[in-house]
């Protein structure tokens, strides 16, 4: 069916569906029908769209995404390449993460900081401003089903929510005004100050839902800023605590056994930001020359004590 049939069909729906009254009389009988009658036009409405929404060429869609996708695809072939079927047996069947973890949605903030391997490790849950509200029941199925014994917020440097929660965003549309209402901020501080105070913020009703948990010693609720442009001059792009369970003093959450550093190691060269990708290769000639690679194995982890 072509695009001029599509958009003719899809007017002649628009009619019939009540959207445009062509008579009076006409539009007596459309409130006649029965609400069953009704959403069975609403449905065809919808398929007819729908189809003619999939039918649209690649000039008419946005470009970009083509290339967007051929990375993503071609990304995701080189990590099936590396990781073989041992990487992914541990959490074929069941996943036992060790700690549910909250960050912001920024493109900016992402696992690789936090866990080397976060397959089946970091149950996470992201929205914008790392809140508790607006994401209450992914968080309590990883502390109630999953059993988590960590519970960690992240917050982040120059924070776009923090940045539109504490100025005027009622010009928003109201699902982002539903999201940016629930972060208790002062106005006209969108910096570290306010960054921090939402992160605490989250670990207090974090702490108030969780009381029983936290009391009987199966739960921790930390808060930390994870900062990629060294504003708490700790380093680039350390995550730095900032709440254990409620303590918000630096001396004493440093003085605690949970902050002793790691041994240390040789540090890694510093990875420059990667090349732009080379085009997809075709099936064919994936066939061909295919990339050989030495298999990755999910390194075990120290299971938690509770």
């Known amino acids: 069916m ?42 065809i409405v919808k398929e007819v769209i729908r189809e003619y929404a999939a039918s649209l060429n690649e000039k008419q869609g946005h470009g970009a995404a083509n290339s967007i996708v051929s990375d993503i695809r071609q990304a995701n072939a080189n ?27 920024d493109s900016r903030v992402h696992t690789h900081a936090l866990d ?62 539903r999201e940016l209402d629930t972060i208790q901020i002062p106005k006209g501080d969108p910096g570290l100050s306010s960054i921090k105070l939402n992160v605490n913020n989250q670990v ?8 029983n948990e936290v009391i009987s010693g199966h739960l921790t609720v930390m808060g930390a800023v994870y900062d990629f442009r060294n504003e708490m001059k700790q380093g680039q792009g350390r995550l730095n605590i900032i709440n254990v369970n409620g303590e918000t003093d630096a001396t004493k959450i440093a003085a605690m056994e949970m902050m002793k550093e790691a041994p240390a190691h040789k540090p890694a060269r510093a990875m420059p930001r990667p090349a732009p990708k080379k085009a997809q290769p075709t099936e064919a000639e994936s066939e061909e020359n295919p990339a050989p690679a030495k298999e990755h194995q999910k390194p075990e982890k120290q299971a938690p004590s509770h």
Request: neutral net charge.
């Open 79 to 105: 990590f099936m390449r590396s990781h073989g079927p041992a990487y992914f047996k541990p959490f074929l069947d069941s996943q036992h993460p060790r700690a549910t973890v909250i960050t912001c949605s």
């Open 2 to 43: 072509n695009q001029f049939v599509r958009l003719a069909l899809l007017g002649v729906v628009f009619v019939l569906s009540g959207l445009v009254a062509v008579s009076p009389a006409f539009a007596v009988d459309m409130s006649a029908m029965s609400d069953a009658e009704k959403e069975k036009i609403r449905l």
């Open 204 to 211: 207090r009703q974090a702490m108030s839902k969780f009381e």
């Open 116 to 177: 080397a391997s976060p397959d089946g490790d970091l149950f996470m849950v992201r929205n914008i401003g790392n809140q508790m509200a607006t994401a209450e029941g992914s968080i309590e199925y990883g502390v109630h089903h999953l059993h988590t014994p960590l519970l960690l917020f992240i917050g982040h440097t120059a924070c776009g929510a923090i940045k539109a929660a504490s100025s005027d965003y009622s010009k928003e549309s109201a699902a982002i005004r």
